[in-house]
């Protein structure tokens, strides 16, 4: 089935220890979306790609960061994480084009704690 | 600019009961709405959306939802709750300019046998 996978699905991380967490999809969408989710709170979205053109939320931290090396793959980088960032994050995607809406189709997420 | 707007942060059923979940938008165009729900440690599964058409949407795990231009709302019933059926359910709506998902708060569902 075509799916959106999230590796690991759980992470442990020192404070300040960098931490990358790996998004991969096989539905060949253009978009891809990763989100961070507190306890009880809906999805704040981090950042998005159509494509390979990056797209920062005004309000994200510069502590994290993404890189999207092909279609298929999209990583979120924690430089330096704090312990304000142990939440869930979440990637999706969409597909093309533009402007038209499609719902998003998101991944099991990946758990960060940081101790 | 859109908002969504979820009345009720948990709602609590008996298994049988009728399912009702409450959400409210505000959009100056013709709004694409969307409810997905997500289980503990899970990542976000769509139910069922409206785009255009029919007003009266049916979803998976016989869930449904009705759009109500005149009343801003779209929400989210079954008619027999289940136990599978406690999660978090949210409700959001497509910004048409964006392309970006703006969510509700979220409406936990708990389920008592």
């Known amino acids: 089935d075509a799916m959106v996978i999230q590796n690991p699905r759980y992470q442990v991380t020192q404070f300040g220890k960098p931490v990358t967490l790996s998004c991969s999809q096989t539905?060949?969408?253009?978009?891809m979306y990763w989100y961070q989710q507190k306890s009880s709170q809906a999805p704040k979205l981090l950042f998005h790609?159509?494509?390979?053109?990056?797209?920062n939320e005004a309000d994200t931290p510069d502590n994290f960061q993404s890189r999207r090396p092909n279609t298929s793959f999209c990583f979120l980088d924690i430089r330096s994480p704090g312990l304000g960032d142990a939440a869930m994050y979440l990637c999706?995607?969409?597909?093309?084009?533009?402007?038209?809406?499609?719902?998003?189709?998101f991944g099991p997420g990946t758990r960060l704690t940081v101790t | 600019a859109q908002s969504v707007t979820q009345l009720g942060s948990h709602v609590s059923v008996s298994e049988g009961a009728l399912v009702l979940l409450r959400c409210n938008y505000s959009?100056?165009?013709?709004?694409?709405l969307f409810w997905y729900v997500q289980y503990p440690n899970q990542g976000l599964q769509l139910l069922l959306k409206?785009?255009?058409?029919?007003?009266l949407v049916k979803g998976i795990n016989g869930f449904e939802a009705e759009f109500k231009k005149s009343e801003t709302s779209f929400h989210l019933t079954k008619p027999s709750a289940h136990m599978s059926d406690a999660a978090e359910y949210f409700c959001?709506?497509?910004?048409?300019?964006?392309?970006?998902?703006?969510f509700g708060t979220g409406t936990r569902l708990q389920v008592f046998p």
């Open positions: 999706a995607t969409s597909p093309f084009p533009r402007g038209q809406r499609y719902e998003q189709y």
């Open positions: 539905l060949n969408h253009n978009v």
């Open positions: 790609y159509y494509d390979k053109d990056f797209n």
């Open positions: 959009s100056s165009v013709p709004p694409y």
């Open positions: 409206y785009t255009t058409g029919a007003t």
């Open positions: 959001a709506v497509s910004d048409r300019n964006t392309d970006k998902l703006i």
